[in-house]
């Protein structure tokens, strides 16, 4: 119980300084896929269908749609 207790502050450091040096494409695509992946979870998990399934199809289309609304904002920028 005590190696739980450490190992969850330690991840959590290692998580949040591991994408502070990214840009903004990388921070949005990695954004899109984790919020992908989560929804296609949720949604196979309440269609009784095979969660990692669901995981990979929604971090997949999550990461491109990340991509794809950074591309969009740096093409309004110009």
């Known amino acids: ?3 739980t207790l450490l190992a969850l ?5 290692l998580v949040l300084t591991g994408c502070s040096g990214m840009n903004t494409t990388q921070q949005r695509t990695l954004s899109g896929g984790a919020i992908g992946a989560a929804a296609g979870t949720g949604i196979a998990l309440l269609a009784d269908g095979n969660p990692v399934w669901g995981l990979i199809g929604g971090a997949a289309v999550g990461a491109l749609g990340g991509y794809l609304y950074d591309k969009h904002e740096a093409n309004k920028q110009q």
Do not use: E, L, N, T
């Open 1 to 3: 119980m005590k190696k």
């Open 9 to 13: 502050p330690v991840c959590a450091a």
